[in-house]
C-alpha cells in the first residue's frame, strides 16, 4: 500500500471525528453505525473498481449514455440546428466555440427524465431502490421509510425522493429526517448523472461508471455523517413504508408525458441557477479582490485544503482540489465539473482526476439547500420549522459523506 493510499484511510478516520466535531461530539453515537457506515463504503468501492465483471458492467454504463447523447442531439439538431449540434453553415475559428451549453449539454435532462419516468413506471426502478433499500436496511438498522428514501436518492433528486415516502415523513425521527436530508444532498439524480458523464467523459477515464459508483457509495457515507453528527436518539417508528413503492403514473405515455414535464422544470432551474449564482460570485469577486487580493475561489482553496489531503491527493495537487470543492459549494458541481471538462483536468494526475470526480458527485451547494428545504416543506409542513434548523447543518454533512466517498476511492486506488 502507497503512502497516498494510507493517507486516505487516515483522512477517512479524520472526516469521521470532523462529521462528530460539527455535530457537537455528542454522545450516543453507535458503534454499528461507524462500522456499517465505512464497511459499506470500502465493499461497495472495492467490488465495483476491482471485480472485473462488476466493472465491465459498469463500463456499459458509459456506452448507454454516449447513445443517449447521440440520440438527444439528434432531436437537439432538429430543433435548434447547428446551435444544437448539426453541422455549422461556417467555418469554426475558434475551437470549442460551437458548443453551447444550454442547447446541446443540458437538453439531455429531458431524455432521461422521460426514460427515468419509464423505468419507473416499468417496476424497473423500485425494484433497484428496494434492494439498496432491504441492505441499507440490514446495515444501519433504520426505519423502511428512512432506508427508502435514501436509496431513492441514489437515482433520484432530492426532492423527488422524500415525495416518495411523504405518508411517513412526519412520523420520522429528528435523526431519520436528518439523514433523509442529508442524502439527498450527497448523491445526485439519473438526469444529472448522465449529463456529467457527458461532459467529465474526456478526462476521466469510465466517467458514467465512476458517477454511478459514487452516488451508490455515497448511501452509507451520508448515513454515517449524519447520524455522527446527529445520533439516533428515538426508537424508530416509520416502518410502514416498507411495502412496495406507490405508482405515480396512468401509463406509459403518462410517465413519459409528464417525465418530460419535470424534466424542462429541472432544465430551466439549472440554467437559472448557473445564471444567477455565477454572476453572484462574480459580482462578489468584483467586490472582494480589489480590497484583499482574494477570490472566493481563493478563500475555498485555502478552507478545502486539508479535505483535499484527507482524500488521498498529494501536496502538491490539494489547491487545485480545494479549489473545486470549494466552487462546488458556493456556486454548484455543474460549474466544478465544466470547469473539469474544460481544463482537462490540467496540474491532477489520473488518479486526482478520479477521487475529485467522485467528491464533486452530489448537491452540496447553498442553492441545493434551498430547493430542498422548500420541496420538504412543502410535503410535510408540519414540521418545517425542523427542517429548516437543519438545512445548513445537512450541507456540512453531505459535504463530509462527498469527502468520504472521495477518500474511499482514494484508499483502494494505487497511484
Known amino acids: 500500500m502507497s503512502l497516498l493510499q494510507l493517507q486516505a484511510g487516515l483522512g477517512l478516520g479524520l472526516l469521521c471525528l470532523l462529521a462528530w466535531a460539527c455535530g457537537g461530539c455528542r454522545r450516543g453515537v453507535r458503534p454499528r453505525v461507524v462500522a456499517a457506515g465505512l464497511l459499506g463504503q470500502l465493499v461497495l468501492a472495492g467490488a465495483l473498481l476491482h471485480i472485473p465483471p462488476l466493472r465491465a458492467g459498469f463500463a456499459a454504463v458509459g456506452d448507454a449514455v454516449e447513445a443517449l447523447a447521440r440520440a438527444t442531439r439528434a432531436g437537439t439538431s432538429l430543433v435548434f440546428g447547428y446551435l444544437g449540434g448539426a453541422p455549422l453553415p461556417f467555418a469554426e475559428t475558434t475551437p470549442g466555440a460551437s458548443f453551447i451549453l444550454f442547447f446541446q449539454a443540458l437538453p439531455l435532462v429531458l431524455v432521461v427524465g422521460a426514460l427515468s419516468a419509464a423505468l419507473y413506471h416499468w417496476r424497473v426502478l423500485p425494484l433497484v431502490v428496494d434492494g439498496l433499500a432491504a441492505g441499507l436496511k440490514r446495515l444501519f438498522g433504520l426505519s423502511g421509510a428512512c432506508n427508502l428514501s435514501v436509496a431513492a436518492n441514489v437515482f433520484v433528486g432530492m426532492v423527488e425522493a422524500p415525495l416518495l415516502i411523504r405518508p411517513w415523513l412526519g412520523s420520522l425521527t429528528r435523526a431519520e429526517l436528518f439523514v433523509s436530508m442529508v442524502a439527498g444532498l450527497a448523491t445526485i439524480s439519473g438526469n444529472m448523472l448522465v ?153 491532477l494526475a489520473e488518479r486526482s482526476r478520479v477521487i475529485l470526480t467522485y467528491a464533486l458527485c452530489g448537491f452540496t451547494n447553498f442553492a441545493s439547500v434551498g430547493i430542498m428545504v422548500t420541496g420538504m416543506s412543502a410535503l410535510c409542513p408540519e414540521r418545517r420549522a425542523e427542517i429548516t434548523a437543519l438545512g445548513l447543518k445537512s450541507l456540512v454533512a453531505a459535504s463530509i459523506a462527498c469527502c468520504m466517498a472521495g477518500a474511499t476511492v482514494g484508499l483502494l486506488t494505487a497511484p
Open 195 to 347: 449529463v456529467y458523464a457527458t461532459m467529465i467523459a474526456p478526462v476521466v477515464p469510465d466517467a458514467a461508471g465512476q458517477l454511478l459508483t459514487a452516488s451508490l457509495i455515497a448511501a452509507p457515507a451520508s448515513i454515517l455523517a449524519a447520524l455522527l453528527m446527529l445520533p439516533e436518539s428515538e426508537a424508530p417508528t416509520a416502518q410502514a413504508a416498507e411495502g412496495p413503492m406507490p405508482r405515480l403514473y396512468d401509463s406509459t405515455m403518462d410517465a413519459l408525458v409528464r417525465g418530460t414535464a419535470d424534466g424542462l422544470q429541472l432544465l430551466l432551474g439549472i440554467m437559472a441557477s448557473l445564471i444567477v449564482f455565477v454572476a453572484l460570485v462574480a459580482l462578489a469577486n468584483a467586490m472582494l479582490e480589489p480590497l484583499t487580493g482574494l477570490t472566493l475561489q481563493r478563500v475555498a482553496g485555502i478552507v478545502f485544503w486539508p479535505l483535499a489531503w484527507a482524500m488521498g491527493i498529494p501536496a502538491e495537487e490539494c489547491a487545485t482540489v480545494a479549489r473545486s470543492l470549494g466552487v462546488k459549494v458556493v456556486v454548484n458541481e455543474f460549474v466544478s465539473y465544466l470547469e473539469l471538462a474544460a481544463s482537462g483536468g490540467a496540474g
